[in-house]
């Protein structure tokens, strides 16, 4: 298979047909071989217009999706990203090619493991891939100017927008009400002057993160 081709082709009808304008993000997407960071069983499909599960709940995002949150972020090279949930680390390695630097969290010991081999391979040497509890972060090395979460959340932790800096934007994807498929929604939050505010950007579905599923509501 032509993955050269294949990317080129997913970013000309997936990504500019989708108002994906911003050209920092089209050229990422156009250079980072997706194929990379996926089993060689899924290679053959890196670069359809679905999401891929890669195991433990993760995926790689469906492409437009990943590349239109990317830039509602409005990355610049001087920000500093968490990602949570990194999975093999595609989108990781993506939001570094333009970030100054990348901290990526990983609950699950594989993928923690395939992602930093993956960021080796790639020479991806801004990306810093942990292990540890995604709803936590790593407010250590905070804050964030963008935080960028790799699946659906129907409870955004408040630890992670208490690791938001001061004007920087967090990016989710807040799945549809249960039993009524296709209403999930792109979701920015901006923290100014303390103050965070949440904006509904366009429609999208991707898997939930099992970390982040909803509670259980009980009623007696």
């Known amino acids: 298979m032509d993955f050269a081709r294949a990317r080129h082709n997913m970013v000309e009808s997936q990504i500019r047909t989708n ?10 997407l156009d250079a980072l071989p997706r194929e990379a960071f996926v089993p060689d069983s899924l290679k ?4 359809i217009d679905e999401d891929l599960m ?13 590349a239109r949150l990317m830039q509602s972020a409005a990355i610049e090279e001087t920000d500093l990203a968490l990602v949570i949930a990194a999975a093999t680390g595609y989108e990781a390695a993506a939001i570094a090619k333009i970030a100054s630097a ?29 292990k540890g509890d995604l709803a936590k972060g790593h407010p250590g090395q905070g804050p964030y100017d963008v935080i ?13 927008v208490d690791q938001l800096a001061d004007g920087g934007r967090l990016v989710y994807i807040k799945p549809g009400s249960e039993g009524i498929p296709g209403t999930g929604k792109a979701m ?4 100014i002057d303390g103050v965070v505010s949440e904006t ?11 970390e982040f599923a909803a509670k259980p509501h009980f009623s007696f």
Request: charged share 20%; glycine share 4%; no cysteine.
């Open 188 to 191: 920015l939050l901006s923290k």
């Open 44 to 47: 053959n499909l890196a670069y």
């Open 148 to 160: 960028f979460i790799n699946g659906a959340a129907a409870e955004l932790p408040t630890a992670l």
């Open 102 to 130: 990348v901290v990526a969290i990983e609950s699950d010991i594989d993928l923690h493991r395939s992602a930093m081999e993956h960021m080796a391979e790639q020479g991806a040497d801004t990306v810093t891939v942990l």
């Open 54 to 66: 890669v195991g433990a709940g993760r995926i790689l995002m469906e492409p437009m999706v990943m």
């Open 200 to 210: 509904e950007l366009f429609d999208a579905n991707v898997p939930a993160l099992p």
């Open 19 to 28: 108002k994906v304008t911003d050209t920092l993000v089209v050229d990422v």
